[in-house]
């Protein structure tokens, strides 16, 4: 059962820096392509980045380049979400999902399995 489980949320004051987790269970994660979502309230979920499965390769939403970084540890099963630079725009339930074919397209229907959402809230 493929199962995921973010962590690492919390309130930040603006210029802050969190890093989220997203443990995986029940596949391999390196075989996956990876993404971190995010919604905010009244807002559509959209795609902040993702890693691809075997290279790694990642992709950013111009929203947060330069500011946010995807890592994977292929030994722990956990992709991270290193957040720097905080704003408050950057308020939101953030979320990992899984695609099992690998490629990363930052669209929240190409990506099967979700974890349950952690809160960011990036306020003074």
């Known amino acids: 059962q493929v199962q995921l489980v973010e962590s690492g949320g919390g309130l930040v004051q603006p210029g802050g820096s969190l890093r989220l987790s997203c443990a995986a269970s029940?596949?391999?994660?390196?075989?996956?392509?990876i993404g971190w979502f995010r919604q905010a309230p009244g807002k559509e979920r959209e795609g902040v980045t993702c890693?691809?499965?075997?290279?790694?390769?990642?992709y950013y939403a111009e929203s947060v380049k330069g500011r946010f970084t995807i890592s994977r540890d292929n030994a722990k099963n956990t992709v991270y979400l290193q957040m720097n630079s905080l704003k408050p725009e950057d308020t939101a339930v953030y979320y990992c999902?899984?695609?099992?074919?690998?490629?990363?397209?930052?669209?929240?229907?190409?990506?099967?399995?979700w974890g349950q959402g952690t809160q960011v809230t990036v306020s003074s």
């Open positions: 999902a899984a695609d099992s074919h690998g490629l990363c397209v930052l669209r929240p229907e190409f990506f099967a399995s």
């Open positions: 029940g596949f391999t994660l390196d075989y996956y392509a």
């Open positions: 890693i691809s499965s075997g290279d790694g390769s990642t």
